[in-house]
């Protein structure tokens, strides 16, 4: 791969990657929140599976999440299960449509090359993301 090393080869890579995952998202009609909010349902534990601990998880406010699980609902992804615990917190469920969906993830394909790699291309390929988010964490700098 030339100039591998170059920060700004290394840069448009990452941003050609997150425009394709948005791209071949959207072909489902679901933008790139709506798709980790699904892989989120997935995957937690079924008394973390709220729409506060999305928000959480995803470092968003509440009311932004919140209108995420409502598309999500309107499109016959997500249910609501009723509430956990003593709070008004509900627990949000997948639908059969929403499995479906997640069969076709843009980031299954991503998973898959990162499949190819071996054990130390991923510990600094994942050393890189890292650091990665953690800048795009931080505010931008001022002008």
Sequence with gaps: MADA?????????????????????????????????????????????????????QGLASGAVARTVRTLIEKG????????????????ELTDKAVQTLKRDPLRAIGRAMEELSADERLILAKGLEAALEAARSPPPRV
Excluded: C, N
């Design 5 to 57: 090393d170059s920060i700004e080869v290394l840069t448009g890579l990452f941003e050609q990657i997150a425009r394709r995952l948005h791209s071949k998202g959207y072909a489902a009609q679901l933008f790139p929140a709506q798709w980790s909010a699904l892989r989120y349902i997935h995957s937690a534990e079924p008394e973390m599976r709220t729409a506060i601990d999305l928000a959480r998880h």
């Design 77 to 92: 992804l997500v249910t609501k299960m009723g509430t956990i615990g003593r709070g008004r917190a509900e627990r949000l």
